[in-house]
T-cell receptor, first 111, second 115 residues
Framework: TQLLEQSPQFLSIQEGENLTVYCNSSSVFSSLQWYRQEPGEGPVLLVTVVTGGEVKKLKRLTFQFGDARKDSSLHITAAQPGDTGLYLCAGTGAGSEKLVFGKGTKLTVNP | NAGVTQTPKFQVLKTGQSMTLQCAQDMNHEYMSWYRQDPGMGLRLIHYSVGAGITDQGEVPNGYNVSRSTTEDFPLRLLSAAPSQTSVYFC??????????????FGPGTRLTVL
């Protein structure tokens, strides 16, 4: 079973600060996705990365897929209270039909 | 489009009871899956289906059955509920399975408590 380790598990910061969330594995993934989940709702896809070394930007969010396709990071610049939520990474191994999720990082941005 | 719908939203069962969690999607997606989410555990895959008539086990399949008689519906059956099955259950769908994963669209979840 492929495992995804996310760190940190909890993160509480002040509005305007920058932060980085990490998603690591000992296995190679053909793609990695990042989802954001708010309380009482299902996860919503933020981005999919498929190429080693790939960097994608979504407004203040920057996503990177490691060169070896074993890790990914999510960087948020100038965090806002609206960024509060549970951030989940998820990956698929080569030829696999299963999507494996990390345990998530719970982010709280205080005004 | 309604997207992915799940019923019921909340359910309380007694140990040993059986029930079916309903999931439907109206996007003609081939791939459907069931996850459970427990505090500090992220989402764990229970069962999945790559198309009508085809199902397979995920990480935590014990105690659950599924079937996929139509493209639209993917019900999850609890045969004999146990307190360990207390969780929030999410159904998801995507256009296709395998290879780079398509966007998973999640339902709103069913919060199940087993007493």
């Amino acid at each position: 079973t492929q495992l995804l380790e996310q760190s940190p598990q909890f993160l509480s910061i002040q509005e305007g600060e920058n932060l980085t969330v990490y998603c690591n594995s000992s296995s190679v993934f053909s793609s990695l996705q990042w989802y954001r989940q708010e309380p009482g709702e299902g996860p919503v896809l933020l981005v999919t990365v498929v190429t080693g070394g790939e960097v994608k930007k979504l407004k203040r969010l920057t996503f990177q897929f490691g060169d070896a396709r074993k890790d990914s990071s999510l960087h948020i610049t100038a965090a806002q209270p609206g960024d509060t939520g549970l951030y989940l990474c998820a990956g698929t191994g080569a030829g696999s039909e299963k999507l494996v999720f990390g345990k998530g990082t719970k982010l709280t941005v205080n005004p | 489009n309604a997207g992915v719908t799940q019923t019921p939203k909340f359910q309380v069962l007694k140990t040993g009871q059986s029930m079916t969690l309903q999931c439907a999607q109206d996007m003609n997606h081939e791939y459907m899956s069931w996850y459970r989410q427990d505090p500090g555990m992220g989402l764990r895959l229970i069962h999945y289906s790559v198309g009508a008539g085809i199902t397979d086990q995920g990480e935590v399949p014990n105690g659950y059955n599924v079937s996929r008689s139509t493209t639209e519906d993917f019900p999850l059956r609890l045969l004999s509920a146990a307190p360990s099955q207390t969780s929030v259950y999410f159904c998801a769908s995507s256009r296709r399975a395998g290879g780079p994963v398509d966007t998973q669209y999640f339902g709103p979840g069913t919060r199940l408590t087993v007493l």
